[in-house]
């Protein structure tokens, strides 16, 4: 008999588990610079982008949808690949609570502020087999000083 708890791999989705129709799950890539060095508190300007179907979340207003990951980039010292080795592991993560991800947003703040960005990017949309978008919410002032 089977323990309780213990996943077998017949427990766990197919690659193809994201069905057309069913809710959209979304994960983030973010900036690891500015998440370690609490330049972005609480992910909040994504998750409330999210949550009013703001700047690039507009598109889900009348679907289904739900964020099921956020992950940083894997540093400065790294390359595309950090980030291609975090999306595998986050789809291990998911598949064991029998989720996958459907989409892929490429956060502002990757989009605004990294020298690196073309590189991750197209690492991210050679490997991640789903729809990549790049940004997520629109809350960035276009200056510092300016209005
Ligand atoms: S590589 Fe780019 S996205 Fe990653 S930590 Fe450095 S600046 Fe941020």
Do not use: W
Request: hydrophobic share 35%; net charge positive.
């Amino acid at each position: 008999m089977k323990k309780k708890n213990n996943l077998s791999p017949e427990d766990l989705p197919p690659a193809n588990f994201h069905q057309e129709g069913d809710m959209k799950r979304i994960a983030i890539l973010k900036c690891s610079m500015l998440s370690n060095q609490n330049l972005c508190p609480g992910d909040a300007k994504c998750l409330v982008s999210f949550m009013r179907k703001e700047g690039e979340f507009d598109r889900y207003k009348n679907e289904d949808s739900a964020i099921v990951g956020i992950m940083d980039c894997g540093g400065c010292e790294g390359n595309g690949n950090r980030a291609v080795a975090s999306l595998a592991l986050l789809k291990l993560q998911l598949a064991a609570l029998k989720e996958n991800v459907g989409v892929l947003h490429i956060g502002t703040c990757i989009m605004k502020f990294c020298k690196r960005k073309d590189e991750i990017i197209s690492a991210v949309k050679e490997n991640a087999g789903i729809e990549v978008i790049e940004g997520t919410h629109k809350y960035s002032a276009p200056t510092i000083f300016g209005s």
